[in-house]
């Protein structure tokens, strides 16, 4: 099918919190657009020059042109099942994100992904994950240091281990890192600032409730 991220909303929306969508999906539509994003979006067809449809019935959007895939619609009666498939391309994030708002203005509203749990976990969330949880290993080995510190991206994540010939590893992960880690059981799988997978293994996982 390609990857895709769900929406089951079948309440819909009061007006009340239509109103507080519409408002929050302009944001995010706005920070889309902002540096460091720099993703466009466009109307249901992901036309060239166009923008996302927002109105009192539904709020509709695509990528652009070639980044465009399938429309992400969410309407104000709700849907028993809707989807979105991406293909991982640029507006997967405004997709993911527009998803989460409706599951904090519904809550009774179901989301999930294609890449797992962790896809709807904001950025601190991911690192509370790891911080609530009491970690074994890091790909096998336990861990000899752990330090967590803040810089101009963001928070930061360092371990570092030694294999059984005495070989230090050091691994250092900042927020961007944990975009598409993915969660089984207890075990987190992501990738380093180098980009090679690394599966940090806990006692505890907290489930997200999406």
């Known amino acids: 099918?390609?990857?895709?991220?769900?929406?089951?909303?079948?309440?819909?929306?009061?007006?009340?919190?239509?109103?507080?969508?519409?408002?929050?999906?302009?944001?995010?539509?706005?920070?889309?657009k902002e540096k460091g994003k720099g993703i466009e979006l466009g109307d249901h067809y992901g036309d060239i020059g166009t923008e996302p449809v927002i109105?009192?019935?539904?709020?509709?959007?695509?990528?652009?042109?070639?980044?465009?895939?399938?429309?992400?619609?969410?309407?104000?009666?709700?849907?028993?099942f809707s989807f979105c498939k991406t293909n991982q391309k640029p507006y997967d994030w405004a997709v993911v994100e527009i998803y989460k708002l409706v599951k904090k203005i519904v809550p009774s509203a179901k989301i999930s992904s294609d890449g797992g749990d962790s896809v709807f976990l904001d950025e601190?969330?991911?690192?509370?994950?790891?911080?609530?949880?009491?970690?074994?290993?890091?790909?096998?080995?336990?861990?000899?240091?752990?330090?967590e510190f803040l810089e101009d991206g963001g928070p930061r994540l360092a371990f570092s281990y030694s294999d059984c010939e005495g070989q230090l590893y050091e691994f250092?992960?900042?927020?961007?890192?944990?975009e598409n880690a993915t969660i089984e059981g207890n075990v987190i799988a992501l990738k380093d600032n180098t980009g090679?997978?690394?599966?940090?293994?806990?006692?505890?996982?907290?489930p997200v409730k999406a």
């Open 172 to 178: 250092e992960f900042n927020s961007e890192n944990f």
């Open 55 to 80: 109105n009192n019935t539904k709020v509709s959007f695509n990528g652009i042109g070639d980044d465009s895939h399938e429309t992400c619609q969410v309407t104000k009666k709700g849907e028993d």
């Open 1 to 32: 099918m390609g990857y895709t991220q769900f929406l089951r909303n079948p309440e819909g929306f009061t007006n009340e919190q239509w109103n507080r969508f519409t408002v929050g999906a302009k944001l995010i539509f706005e920070k889309a």
């Open 124 to 147: 601190k969330d991911a690192f509370d994950l790891i911080e609530k949880s009491d970690i074994l290993e890091v790909d096998g080995y336990h861990i000899s240091s752990w330090d």
């Open 196 to 206: 090679n997978p690394v599966e940090i293994t806990c006692w505890n996982l907290t």
